[in-house]
């Protein structure tokens, strides 16, 4: 499975490659706060070509960016270069085999991508204060794309559920998407 999947992520990045280097999303840049110190760490997870994951790493956090696609981090690793940043590690993985330490991060950012038995590692991964800044497909992507797979849809409000023992800063399904910024509380 994990094959298949990289290979079909693999197409559609490589049909992207002449599309210009996307900005890092509006969300993160509203959300993501300056780095507390040296040692701030942060995850973009699923992360396609790395742009909110490198925008994090201009601001001073070293980054993991994680994606299943060689093309994906390819472009990315060329835009790393390009901006000269040291802070990154590109890690190419099927996110089902994901294992992350535990109070690892002061920041986890993930876009468009959801396998809902993930949230407990992602939880356990925030340090006490840090954030989650999430956004993806709701069910009402179903009005524009039908035969998108459910499963990888969020009902509406769901996505506050699972963050519900954690200070919400901004949660709203907005059309098809659903976005979330939760603190995990400090004890």
């Known amino acids: ?5 990289r290979i079909r992520w693999d197409g559609i990045f490589r049909q992207r490659v002449s599309q210009p280097y996307p900005p890092a999303d509006p969300l993160l840049l509203q959300y993501a706060p300056p780095p507390g110190d ?3 760490r942060a995850l973009d997870l699923a992360a396609g070509v790395g742009q909110n994951g490198l925008w994090l790493a201009q601001e001073g956090y070293t980054v993991d960016i994680i994606d299943i696609s060689r093309i994906a981090l390819r472009r990315a690793l ?4 390009m901006r000269n940043l040291r802070n990154v590690n590109l890690l190419q993985m ?10 690892r991060y002061d920041v986890v950012c993930v876009f468009r991508y959801l396998k809902r038995h993930l949230f407990p590692l992602l939880k356990r991964s925030v340090k006490p204060g840090g954030r989650i800044i999430y956004s993806t497909f709701n069910v009402d992507y179903l009005d524009v794309v039908p035969q998108f797979n ?3 849809l969020l009902d509406l409000g769901e996505l506050e559920g699972y963050f519900s023992d954690w200070q919400l800063v901004y949660s709203e399904d907005v059309g098809h998407v659903s976005h979330l910024v939760a603190i995990k509380p400090e004890i």
């Open 94 to 103: 099927d996110v089902d085999d994901l294992r992350l330490d535990a109070k």
């Open 38 to 40: 040296d040692d701030a």
């Open 78 to 81: 060329s835009e790393q270069t």
């Open 150 to 152: 459910k499963k990888f």
């Open 1 to 5: 499975m994990a094959a298949e999947d």
